[in-house]
């Protein structure tokens, strides 16, 4: 099976803008989760959809939202851009079960000038 | 705030060496996992433990829970360059579903 795929694999951005993150799961898993990863703040869990169904959600502010299609792939949306946003963005798949093995895409790098 | 805590942060040792990391959690755990990233790169699922089990093998991976403790190791035998990279432990917590806690990570250097 492919793995878990992330685009793009690289991003720059102004303050203020906004940008959207993709991700497609491995095939047959419903459950996707992401992640921000920050030297400072290592690698912290923004929120976890199964099927189209935001299920947790991590201590992040509205800014950052997002949702899941029909076919399990991912999107995450950061509004109003901030330096601070500048990050490894992961995503990682699961199967249906709760609290199996998650399995990470090669994220996305976002830089926020 | 973060529910894992890696020690040693970095670890440097030269090939055929062992390499031991340690982790300590906070919360119960259902299960708890182990990760390898290289460079900055995605993450690499290198084993699960389950909070009934006490040790699991894998190649030349070994890891051990002790739920008493709230901690876990992982030791690498017979290192290789290869090895280099960081190391994260993550716990399910009792946040639900699919939502890992990370620690911080060990950075571990192998030298040939």
């Known amino acids: 099976k492919a793995g878990v795929t992330q685009t793009p694999r690289y991003l720059i951005k102004t303050r203020g803008q906004q940008v959207t993150l993709s991700c497609s799961p491995i095939s047959g898993h419903r459950s996707v989760s992401w992640y921000q990863q920050t030297p400072g703040q290592g690698l912290q869990f923004l929120f976890e959809y199964f099927s189209e169904t935001q299920r947790n959600k991590g201590n992040f502010p509205g800014r950052f939202s997002g949702r899941q299609f029909s076919n399990s792939r991912s999107e995450m949306n950061v509004s109003t851009l901030e330096l601070g946003d500048s990050a490894l963005y992961l995503c990682a798949s699961s199967p249906d079960r709760q609290r199996d093995t998650q399995y990470f895409g090669p994220g996305t790098r976002l830089t926020v000038l | 705030s973060q529910q894992g805590e890696e020690d040693p942060q970095a670890l440097s040792i030269q090939e055929g060496e062992n390499a031991t990391m340690n982790c300590s959690y906070k919360?119960?755990?259902?299960?708890l996992q182990w990760y390898r990233q290289n460079s900055g790169r995605g993450l690499v699922h290198l084993i699960l433990i389950r909070s009934n089990e006490r040790e699991k093998h894998s190649g030349r991976l070994r890891v051990t829970l002790d739920t008493s403790k709230k901690s876990s190791s992982l030791l690498i035998t017979a290192s290789r360059a290869a090895d280099t990279a960081s190391y994260f432990c993550a716990t399910d917590g009792t946040g639900g579903y699919n939502k890992l806690i990370f620690g911080a990570g060990t950075r571990l250097a192998v030298h040939p």
């Open positions: 919360t119960s755990i259902n299960n």
